[in-house]
């Protein structure tokens, strides 16, 4: 079965660069989620979209910005690179459809920042 | 959301079954319980779910108390694969949206 894609799965930026990960969710899924996972902490709610539209948003910094197109990937867009921002970025999808509206993680993308 | 307690480890021989607790004394009752894991560095991964009925799947089954004020997720036959972060989440089931509020899991290790 068609799982969550995405790209790059690694990722090395300097300070103050920008970085732009992808996500390319389930087909027929509507809703992708992002979340951030630094060394050591739990995953974290960045923000969401339903619809092409932003639904939910948690402790995303103003520096990162993100959007779903209308093919449904979403592409999370982040600037002004700092130390703290290496972690894992997972990105999940879910369907309305599933009677449990659970949510589906990709591979994940591992984003240092040197 | 409701918050969980988990204890933050625990063992379990392989082969034998791993019953994992949650605590979720505050929960409402429009909301559901969601397990989910995470294997090392891996992207979280959907376990099972349920309102205040007991249910199975192929991965577990999760018991919930009668008056839903905790849950124990059941993984019947435990192989070394089952070795992961268990997040018990306690959200409202909402048809076009909601994001999952990850707290503190419980590293289970899975020993030959």
């Known amino acids: 079965a068609a799982g969550v894609i995405q790209s790059p799965r690694h990722l090395i930026k300097e300070k103050r660069e920008t970085a732009t990960l992808k996500c390319y969710p389930i087909p027929r899924h509507d809703t992708v989620y992002w979340y951030q996972q630094g060394p050591g902490q739990d995953p974290q709610f960045l923000i969401s979209?339903?619809?092409?539209?932003?639904?939910d948003k948690g402790s995303i910094p103003d520096r990162f910005s993100a959007q779903q197109f209308s093919d449904y990937h979403s592409e999370l867009n982040m600037s002004s690179l700092e130390l703290g921002d290496s972690a894992l970025y997972f990105c999940?999808?879910?369907?309305?459809?599933?009677?449990?509206?659970?949510?589906?993680f990709g591979p994940g993308t591992r984003l240092t920042v040197l | 959301d409701a918050k969980t307690t988990q204890p933050p480890s625990m063992d379990c021989a392989e082969g034998r079954a791993a019953n994992l607790p949650c605590n979720h004394s505050t929960i409402s009752g429009n909301e559901y319980v969601y397990w989910y894991r995470q294997i090392h560095s891996q992207g979280p991964q959907y376990i099972i779910h349920g309102l205040k009925n007991n249910e199975t799947n192929e991965m577990a089954s999760l018991i919930i108390t009668e008056d839903r004020k905790s849950s124990t997720l059941i993984l019947p036959h435990a192989t070394l694969r089952d070795t992961a972060v268990y997040y018990c989440?306690?959200?409202?089931?909402?048809?076009?949206?909601?994001?999952?509020?990850f707290g503190a899991g419980t590293t289970v290790t899975v020993r030959a």
């Open positions: 999940a999808s879910s369907s309305p459809l599933r009677p449990g509206n659970e949510q589906f």
């Open positions: 979209f339903y619809e092409k539209m932003q639904s």
């Open positions: 989440i306690v959200r409202v089931k909402r048809s076009n949206d909601y994001k999952l509020s």
